[in-house]
Each structure stands twice: as structure tokens, then as C-alpha cells.
């Protein structure tokens, strides 16, 4: 079974950090784009940062400077390190990741995944 498991949210006062982990698992060939997105209440969700195979990064303008993703091909994880949290950063955070699965036969897709979300909270 193939699943996105995170973890590392939780409460923080503004101006705190926190440092989230996602874990790819199953029959997995290999991984392309892995990326954090966030969902605040009664707003739609929106991509937080990314990261290529080749280590290529993208990040939201509003956490330019303050938001690290990094990722470790041999573990199949993929990190957020968040400093300097304000409370609008307040929200559930989710993983995504293009994962390509072998299917037998010498068959390869790749296919979009999503973790189940972590909470983030963030206090002023």
C-alpha cells in the first residue's frame, strides 16, 4: 500500500519554528516532484513549497526567506523547516508527492499523492 505519512505539526508561538516530515512508502520506483501545501479555514489551499528530483525549489512568495524544503532521496522524505511562524501561517499543512509505481509487467506509472494533513497553529 502506498501512503504519504507526515508528521512534526503542532502548536508554536509567533516567531517559533516547527519542522515537518513526510515519508513515502510502498512499492515505489522512484519519486518526482514532492511539495507542501497548506488549508486555512474557509480558504482554499495553496501550494506552500516544492521540490524536484534534481532539487529544484519553488516557494509561495509569503514564505520566501522563512521556509526551508528540502528532501532525502534514500529515505523517500521530503522536509518543511518553517522559522519565524506567524499566526497566519496558521493551518493544515498536506504533502504531495508524483510517485512512480511499478505496475508489473515492466509497466511504470506515476501517479499524484497526498498526505493526510497535519495541523499547524500558530499563536500571537
Known amino acids: 500500500q502506498v501512503q504519504l505519512v507526515e508528521s512534526g505539526g503542532g502548536l508554536v508561538q509567533a516567531g517559533g519554528s516547527l519542522r515537518l516530515s513526510c515519508a513515502a512508502s510502498g512499492s515505489i520506483v522512484s519519486i518526482n516532484t514532492m511539495g507542501w501545501y497548506r488549508q486555512a479555514p474557509g480558504k482554499q489551499r495553496e501550494l506552500v513549497a516544492a521540490?524536484?528530483?534534481?532539487?529544484?525549489?519553488n516557494y509561495a512568495d509569503s514564505v520566501k526567506g522563512r521556509f526551508t524544503i528540502s528532501r532525502d532521496n534514500a529515505k523517500n522524505t521530503v522536509y518543511l523547516q518553517m522559522n519565524s511562524l506567524k499566526p497566519e501561517d496558521t493551518a493544515v499543512y498536506y504533502c504531495?508527492?508524483?510517485?512512480?509505481?511499478?505496475?508489473?509487467?515492466?509497466?511504470?506509472?506515476?501517479?499524484?499523492?497526498w498526505g493526510q494533513g497535519t495541523q499547524v497553529t500558530v499563536s500571537s
Open positions: 521540490i524536484t528530483s534534481g532539487g529544484s525549489t
Open positions: 504531495n508527492a508524483d510517485l512512480v509505481l511499478y505496475l508489473g509487467l515492466g509497466l511504470r506509472k506515476e501517479y499524484n499523492y
